[in-house]
């Protein structure tokens, strides 16, 4: 790392993909700034490829913090102070039902978290995705366009990633049973222009579940758009909590129409 690091963003990534979303953004991290990005992993994908899935919400929520608490001590011996986290889609709410067991089972807060294009668990509506054909699901990821269609034209890749997002379903319908989860991080959310799965007044509905301040900041762009200003989240990511309003006024409420 060529600058002292003193904040770590736990990045949680959406249904169907794994910790490799966010490598291509690991390196302007660790370039320059004060914060380093450390893609969680889920169980059976990536370098965990060898466990077993879980798709149990409780169990993988626990499993997931126990390994951010023990990551996180290693940091602290490193000079990182200070840990957020970050999450799109599915990752968003995965990521704040882990911060979640984090506080209760360790004392362990966030600073902030970050929660993008996700329906809070108050909104979410009940599904039977998980229950699809792997040919509707697979149907389903050429629509959402998150995934490569270089990895959906190949077949072996294809059964994989849909094997992956049928197990994150699954985790998904049981969101449900936190509607009355409750944190006490600030929540900065983002909301796409043109997301065509969740409106702003969803992502608003996430006010609901902090005891903390939230903050709105506007991409223009699809589903997907975070990914395409990931500068500006970086930045975000950057700003210290005592500071965040002065910082908030300086980059017009973090409107971001490019």
Not at 14 to 27: I, L, T
Not at 112 to 132: I, K, N, R, T, Y
Not at 243 to 255: G, I, K, Q, T
Request: net charge negative; aromatic share 8%.
């Amino acid at each position: 790392m060529s600058t002292h690091k003193t904040r770590v963003i736990y990045a949680f990534p959406h249904a169907g993909a794994s910790a490799s979303v966010y490598r291509p953004f690991c390196k302007e991290h660790e370039a320059e700034g004060s914060t380093l990005l450390q893609p969680v992993e889920m169980p059976g994908r990536g370098v965990l490829a060898r466990e077993p899935e879980v798709t149990n919400l409780d169990g993988l929520a626990e499993q997931l913090a126990d390994t951010i608490y023990r990551d996180f001590r290693q940091k602290q011996q490193q000079g990182i102070h200070e840990w957020a986290t970050f999450g799109h889609s599915f990752g968003g709410v995965l990521s704040v039902v882990v911060t979640n067991v984090l506080a209760n089972k360790y004392g362990m807060y966030p600073v902030f978290s970050v929660v993008s294009g996700s329906v809070p668990p108050s909104e979410q509506a009940e599904d039977d995705l998980h229950l699809w054909s792997d040919e509707s699901l697979l149907e389903k990821m050429r629509e959402d366009q998150g995934t490569p269609a270089i990895v959906l034209n190949e077949p072996v890749l294809a059964k994989r990633y849909v094997a992956q997002i049928r197990t994150d379903f699954q985790i998904r319908s049981q969101f449900l049973q936190r509607k009355a989860m409750q944190v006490s991080q600030p929540l900065i959310l983002i909301a796409a222009s043109d997301d065509p799965h969740v409106t702003e007044a969803t992502i608003q509905a996430w006010q609901r579940h902090t005891a903390g301040e939230t903050t709105l900041l506007h991409l223009n762009g699809d589903h997907f758009a975070v990914y395409q200003h990931w500068p500006v989240i970086r930045q975000v990511m950057e700003v210290d909590e005592s500071n965040r309003l002065e910082e908030e006024n300086r980059m017009d409420s973090w409107s971001v129409f490019q």
